[in-house]
């Protein structure tokens, strides 16, 4: 993986995890801290970089969506 790749997964990632604090309720602000840890963990030995274009976009996407529900 470059290192600008590298780079946008973990600001991405700190951004995720930034938002996810900002949900009131109790549970859905761990259960959404959880996941998105679990994802990462999961995904950190792909070295397609395909794949890792197909997952930075879904991450993308699920900032979005906590966006809006923040």
């Known amino acids: ?11 991405l990632y700190r951004a995720l995890l930034r938002e996810s604090q900002r949900f009131g309720g109790y549970n ?6 959880r996941r998105i840890r679990d994802a990462f963990r999961e995904n ?3 070295k397609d970089s395909e794949k ?8 993308k996407e699920n900032l979005e969506v906590i966006r809006r529900q923040v």
């Not at 859905?28 to 801290?33: H, K, N």
């Not at 890792?52 to 991450?59: P, R």
Request: net charge positive.
């Open 28 to 33: 859905y602000r761990t259960y959404a801290i």
């Open 52 to 59: 890792i274009g197909e997952l930075v976009n879904k991450a």
């Open 1 to 11: 993986m470059a290192a600008s790749s590298r780079a946008q997964v973990l600001r």
């Open 44 to 46: 950190k030995n792909i």
